[in-house]
């Protein structure tokens, strides 16, 4: 039986994508025991071949073209199996315990609709930069959820093309949910020129339509 989850969107991410899916190879919760579902937003045949012939066991799918991250993760979302839903973006890495731990917690504090870990910044060679406390300064990644409650707000916004995470838990907690913070640096977050966050103007645009 499937519990987890794992949705990673993809997009020109040929450099990590690898690292990323061997932290998730290298996972103490049981195989069995969670699924991992790459979102190609767009055609990427050389990441699609680093996926298949290395990580057979991962689920494609590929848009015909590039829609935008919230959809990407809306893709992943409704092909989803598990109770739960973990999004890991494809320039990241997360520790061994990463699922096993965050399952555990959200599976013992069932008033919880989402659990959030502790996350450390790295750079491009993978240098610890700092360690980031997640409820002061929440990422879209990190976090698990319980699928159904996704569902029930609607999933992500498709017209929020950054700050997705932002409105998505805005509407979350607007609709009951609670978010558990666990202070566990399970998730490595890599901060670099071509991230999305990078982007000021863009990242700005969203924040005002946000805020709006």
């Known amino acids: 039986m499937i519990k987890v989850s794992v949705i990673i969107p993809a997009y020109r991410s040929h450099s990590f994508i690898e690292r990323c899916l061997r932290s998730l190879e290298a996972q103490t919760l049981k195989p069995t025991d969670f699924e991992i579902i790459v979102v190609l937003d767009g055609p990427d045949e050389l990441v699609s071949n680093i996926i298949s012939t290395k990580f057979p066991g991962v689920i494609i799918i590929t848009h015909e073209k590039n829609f935008g991250l919230p959809s990407a993760l809306n893709t992943?979302?409704?092909?989803?199996?598990?109770?739960?839903?973990?999004?890991?973006?494809?320039?990241?890495?997360?520790?061994?315990?990463?699922?096993?731990?965050l399952l555990y917690a959200i599976e013992v504090n069932p008033k919880y609709a989402a659990v959030a870990c502790d996350y450390i910044e790295v750079d491009i060679k993978e240098n610890h930069?700092?360690?980031?406390?997640?409820?002061?300064e929440p990422i879209g990644c990190g976090v698990i959820f319980s699928l159904q409650?996704?569902?029930?707000?609607?999933?992500?916004d498709k017209a929020f093309l950054a700050r997705e995470e932002e409105?998505?838990?805005?509407?979350?907690?607007?609709?009951g949910y609670d978010k558990l913070h666990l202070p566990l640096p399970l998730y490595r977050y890599r901060k670099h020129s071509n991230s999305i966050t990078s982007d000021t103007v863009?990242?700005?645009?969203?924040?005002?339509?946000?805020l709006k």
């Open 76 to 101: 992943g979302l409704r092909k989803s199996k598990g109770q739960y839903a973990v999004r890991v973006d494809s320039d990241d890495y997360v520790e061994t315990h990463y699922l096993e731990y």
């Open 129 to 136: 930069v700092r360690h980031c406390n997640s409820s002061i």
């Open 149 to 156: 409650a996704l569902i029930n707000i609607g999933l992500y």
């Open 167 to 175: 409105e998505l838990m805005t509407r979350f907690i607007n609709a």
């Open 202 to 210: 863009l990242m700005d645009y969203y924040e005002d339509l946000l």
